[in-house]
T-cell receptor, first 115, second 111 residues
Framework: NAGVTQTPKFQVLKTGQSMTLQCAQDMNHEYMSWYRQDPGMGLRLIHYSVGAGITDQGEVPNGYNVSRSTTEDFPLRLLSAAPSQTSVYFC??????????????FGPGTRLTVL | GQQVMQIPQYQHVQEGEDFTTYCNSSTTLSNIQWYKQRPGGHPVFLIQLVKSGEVKKQKRLTFQFGEAKKNSSLHITATQTTDVGTYFCAGLTSGTYKYIFGTGTRLKVLA
């Protein structure tokens, strides 16, 4: 049982490049989220999903796309990277679709730098 | 939109002193969770509070949820060096599936 896994751990991009951050969980959790963490800003919700085929925007969705074709995977796509997207990205999951009464399990994070 | 503020932003304490962080939401919450993040690590769940006025304890940690379900606190008694890290609250607004995190309180414990 690996929990929540994220790849890559580190990534450097040039402005305008695109890439996909991978997130997978093996706990059969319905609910998955992507957060970004910047110094002094806490964790801000980018996108989330309450089940396969269902996604919705969080606090800071601009510049990011997501899809949820399977329960296990929830990739985050940066369409055209910008320096403002330099951050640490965390994926999280929890069990209950109603998003209550369940702890969120976080992946180890991806440190992204956009030059 | 919904905002969750935490104070203080930083706290340095001598080992053995107490520590408290406060979390305030602009809207009423269904529940609130607390997480701890060690330097260089990822957030790890500590506890969840659901009921108005709820108090829960975990060894030296005491968590409270306000009567109006808009604020919460985490109190650590007799801090230890292992308590070092950033503590976050995360609130769930009624009728949504979004957890909004507070800005966090970074705790340093001086031996």
């Amino acid at each position: 049982n690996a929990g929540v896994t994220q790849t890559p751990k580190f990534q450097v991009l040039k402005t305008g490049q695109s890439m996909t951050l991978q997130c997978a969980q093996d706990m059969n959790h319905e609910y998955m989220s992507w957060y970004r963490q910047d110094p002094g800003m806490g964790l801000r919700l980018i996108h989330y999903s309450v089940g396969a085929g269902i996604t919705d925007q969080g606090e800071v969705p601009n510049g990011y796309n997501v899809s949820r074709s399977t329960t296990e995977d929830f990739p985050l796509r940066l369409l055209s990277a910008a320096p403002s997207q330099t951050s640490v990205y965390f994926c999280a999951s929890h069990a209950n679709r109603l998003a209550a009464y369940n702890e969120q399990f976080f992946g180890p994070g991806t440190r992204l730098t956009v030059l | 939109g919904q905002q969750v503020m935490q104070i203080p932003q930083y706290q340095h304490v001598q080992e053995g002193e107490d520590f408290t962080t406060y979390c305030n939401s602009s809207t009423t919450l269904s529940n609130i969770q607390w997480y701890k993040q060690r330097p260089g690590g990822h957030p790890v769940f500590l506890i969840q509070l659901v009921k108005s006025g709820e108090v829960k304890k975990q060894k030296r940690l005491t968590f409270q949820f306000g009567e109006a379900k808009k604020n919460s606190s985490l109190h650590i008694t007799a801090t230890q060096t292992t308590d070092v890290g950033t503590y976050f609250c995360a609130g769930l607004t009624s009728g949504t599936y979004k957890y909004i995190f507070g800005t966090g309180t970074r705790l340093k414990v001086l031996a």
